[in-house]
């Protein structure tokens, strides 16, 4: 079975500081792995997803990830944060069964200050 | 593309109460997934399709839940006599292919209040 660990609920950065969203994830076959962010009363949207090719995933807005499987981390990154990245970020594993459907970390949410 | 859409966005029940969602896929896409979301949590599976058919149910899905996707296209998602534990965010999603390495695109979610 898969599940993922996202350390922080929340996590604050100042405006122009790195942004660093921690996941963690454990599976018994080759991940397929994704970082979604949600607003407030919005649907789930994916920002990059690992599907074995690069290590290093980029994706939308400037965040990138980087996949280790030494350390079952998928780590989500972005060198500057803007007040727009204000939002809830998930984390995400597919299934291996035929269903294939997403388990995911409780999330974390992102401030960033002024 | 217009995006997965759902309705309605908002529903609010008194407990007993039966009541019905609807997802619309994006059009090509042949699966069709459905997650609970409750307040500080991420999404949990209930219950996919591949195109007509539904084959498989999460645990949470109890028996006061029944799901459709007639003809493969849309979905509806029924709970009957609501409980007050039933309060959150229905989502849908829809991909397109087999692997789990497609995309889900996910709708705006329907928010279920039961009082």
């Known amino acids: 079975a898969q599940s993922v660990t996202q350390l922080g609920s929340h996590v604050s950065v100042s405006e122009g500081a790195l942004v660093l969203l921690r996941c963690n994830y454990s599976s018994s076959v080759p991940p397929y792995l994704f970082w979604y962010v949600q607003y407030p009363n919005q649907g789930l949207q994916l920002l990059l997803k690992?599907?074995?090719?690069?290590?290093l995933v980029k994706g939308i807005n400037g965040f990138e990830a980087e996949f280790k499987k030494s350390e079952t981390s998928f780590h989500l990154t972005k060198p500057s944060a803007h007040m727009s990245d204000a939002a809830e970020y998930f984390c995400a594993v597919s299934g291996s069964g035929s269903a294939r459907q997403l388990t995911f970390g409780s999330g974390t949410q992102l401030t960033v200050l002024p | 593309d217009t995006g997965v859409s759902q309705n309605p966005r908002h529903k609010i029940t008194k407990r007993g109460q039966n009541v019905t969602f609807r997802c619309d896929p994006i059009s090509e896409h042949n699966r069709l997934y459905w997650y609970r979301q409750t307040l500080g949590q991420g999404p949990e599976f209930l219950t996919y399709?591949?195109?007509?058919?539904?084959?498989?149910k999460s645990r949470l899905l109890s028996d006061r839940f029944s799901a459709e996707r007639p003809k493969g296209s849309f979905s509806t998602l029924e709970i009957q006599r609501t409980e007050q534990g039933d309060s959150a965010m229905y989502l849908c999603?829809?991909?397109?292919?087999?692997?789990?390495?497609?995309?889900?695109?996910f709708g705006p979610g329907t928010r279920l209040t039961v009082l």
């Open positions: 690992y599907t074995s090719a690069a290590t």
């Open positions: 999603a829809s991909s397109q292919g087999t692997g789990g390495r497609n995309e889900q695109f």
């Open positions: 399709f591949q195109n007509e058919a539904q084959l498989e």
